[in-house]
């Protein structure tokens, strides 16, 4: 897993926020190619809608 830091917060994968100051951030994390990905959310609703 990649070490985060205030200055290079991630992106909600969903709506393109910051999820650093999101106080409901979620992760999903899967793995392609032997590698795990992390895609970060800002909230349950974007978690859920880029699940549909």
Do not use: N
């Not at 991630?10 to 650093?20: F, L, T």
């Not at 994390?29 to 800002?42: K, L, N, P, R």
């Amino acid at each position: 897993m990649v070490e985060l830091t205030d200055e290079d917060p991630p992106e909600c994968r969903q709506c393109g926020d910051s999820v650093a100051s999101a106080s409901k951030q979620r992760v999903v994390s899967t793995v392609e190619d032997g590698t795990a990905i992390h895609h970060y959310f800002c909230s349950d609703d974007c978690l859920e809608a880029w699940e549909s």
